[in-house]
């Protein structure tokens, strides 16, 4: 059955950040390449008239002006991150036209601060909403009535989505397309978009990995490396302590002090790592994938998988892997 097409704008005010754009921009045009038609029809709007020149100097331009008296208004109208400390008169507009037309668009979305511009208009009123972790204590002190939330990437309450900064605005815009056109057509897209894993809304804003990656020194290369180059044996502490030149006290303080996490859970992590990058490189079987890691047997590769990541073993090789698949037209 073909799915009817679904009218799109961007609204676009002057120093917005391109990816709150091009990030979500890309999802929904590539969803359209996947199923072989237009089922987004993308439209950029220019708040402050046909050209906008970005956070960071670039020019965006031949974008059709907001119109002032609205006929036809779209199925999704997206709102780009805008400035929240130095409000333009084009946020003003683009506030007033919210409240003028919010209630006849059936879907609103923000990116990162753009959701101040939601908040502003009243829609953000009794919803649960998110947006950018720098700005979150500032949304929910100018618009209290909203229910501001810090613990997801992205938030869907009664037809309005907001999502935190930057890329998550890519995250939200997969969860629309598996929304309208199911879970295969989300992954195909998540793959040609060369993404590593697509997060759903609860993720937290920051990830353990990049904590980790944060305050990472230079040690732990020392200690890495030994793992990785020992990844298919049994690596007690005793054994990692002696192969970096530490005892095995102080290799399990330092892992506490610097990783959060014992050298046992290092080596974890380290061997499902592995386990990922040889599912998506190789046609390996489970069972080799286990021994060439160290991590037992299928079982527990089975729980590792679905207790770090959310899928299975055999779900990460199908969305990650080097082989694509088309899926059936919708």
């Known amino acids: 059955m073909r799915t009817s097409q679904r009218n799109v704008w961007f609204l676009v005010v002057p120093r ?4 709150n754009i091009a990030g979500p921009w890309e999802v929904l045009g590539h969803a359209n390449d996947v199923l072989g038609r237009e089922v987004y029809r993308l439209e950029a709007i220019g708040v402050g008239g046909s050209e906008a020149r970005t956070r960071y100097g670039l020019l965006l331009g031949d974008l059709r002006p907001l119109p002032a008296r609205c006929d036809r208004l779209p199925d999704i109208a997206i709102v780009a991150g805008m400035p929240v400390r130095d409000p333009s008169p084009s946020g003003d507009a683009l506030v007033v036209w919210l409240r003028r037309h919010h209630t006849r668009i059936p879907t609103l979305v923000s990116i990162c601060t753009g959701a101040f511009a939601l908040g502003a208009a009243g829609i953000l009123d009794g919803r649960r909403a998110t947006t950018h972790w720098l700005h979150v204590e500032e949304l929910r002190a100018r618009f209290p009535a909203a229910q501001v939330i810090d613990e997801g990437i992205y938030v869907k309450d009664r037809g309005v989505w907001t999502s935190a900064g930057v890329t ?8 629309l ?32 990995a990049l904590r980790r990656q944060e305050k990472a020194p230079a040690k732990l290369g020392d200690i ?16 990692i302590a002696a192969g970096v030149g530490m ?3 102080t290799l399990s303080r330092w892992c506490r002090e610097h990783l959060d996490e014992s050298p046992a859970e290092l080596v974890r992590r380290l061997r499902v790592d ?15 994938i286990t ?28 969305r990650f892997a080097a082989t694509e698949e088309t899926p059936a037209r919708q």
């Open 291 to 318: 021994t060439r890691t160290g991590l037992g047997d299928a079982s527990t590769l089975w729980r590792a998988f679905t207790q770090d990541l959310g899928v299975t073993p055999a779900e990460y090789r199908q």
């Open 16 to 19: 917005t950040g391109i990816l």
């Open 224 to 239: 890495s490396t030994f793992v990785l180059d020992h990844i298919d044996e049994s690596l007690p502490v005793e054994r």
């Open 177 to 208: 397309v598996e929304e309208h056109h199911g879970h295969a057509v989300a992954m195909q897209v998540a793959k040609r978009m060369v993404l590593f894993l697509r997060r759903s809304g609860n993720q937290a804003q920051f990830s353990p």
């Open 168 to 175: 998550a605005g890519i995250d939200l815009a997969l969860a």
């Open 274 to 288: 592995e386990a990922k990058r040889l599912l998506e490189e190789t046609s390996l079987p489970v069972k080799d």
């Open 247 to 249: 005892s095995p006290r």
